[in-house]
């Protein structure tokens, strides 16, 4: 996807189906109903890319926020010792019902 966009009247879709799916592959294709764009047509891959970098872009955003939450923590003091939280982890896994 190179970031370009071509504008076709709806009515390629129904007379000029071939054209206008060889330029979704190329790039976006804006379709417009009475002079206004209203869909944009992409391909298949370029979708799928687009989905990979959203979800990319979510689980850095909530790494991001767990930071953020570390770091308001340790500004409030609600932290202990390394050896301390690794003996509740033991307690807590020593405790399981399986």
Do not use: C, W
């Amino acid at each position: 996807m190179h970031g370009e966009i071509s504008i076709r009247p709806s009515k390629d879709i129904r007379t000029n189906y071939a054209e206008v799916s060889a330029l979704a592959h190329k790039n976006p294709v804006a379709i417009t109903v009475n002079g206004r764009e209203d869909t944009v047509l992409l391909s298949h891959a370029d979708f799928m890319e687009q989905q990979r970098k959203i979800n990319e872009l979510q689980e850095r955003l909530a790494v991001y926020a767990q930071l953020a939450q570390s770091q308001d923590d340790i500004k409030l003091g609600r932290v202990q010792p390394l050896n301390a939280a690794v003996e509740d982890i033991y307690n807590i896994i020593d405790n399981l019902e399986l």
